[in-house]
């Protein structure tokens, strides 16, 4: 593969990143589903998006398991 088409498609996926950055925040739910840790303490937080991972991870391997067909 050549180095430009490689870098094309790089920043490609780094523009689709960024977007989906911007756009996270606009997506009701996200953050705050069922199995995500939020412990809040006085001068303590702390927060592991278990739930949103598992959710993410499953949309993105049926994207992949689509696109391989």
Do not use: Q
């Amino acid at each position: 593969m050549h180095p430009g088409k490689l870098l094309m498609i790089a920043g490609g996926l780094l523009v689709a990143a960024g977007l989906l950055l911007l756009l996270a925040d606009k997506i009701p739910g996200l953050g705050r589903l069922p199995g995500d840790i939020r412990i809040e303490r006085e001068n303590f937080s702390f927060y592991f998006p278990l739930g949103t991972c598992l959710l993410l991870s499953a949309l993105l391997s049926l994207v992949f398991w689509l696109f391989r067909r």
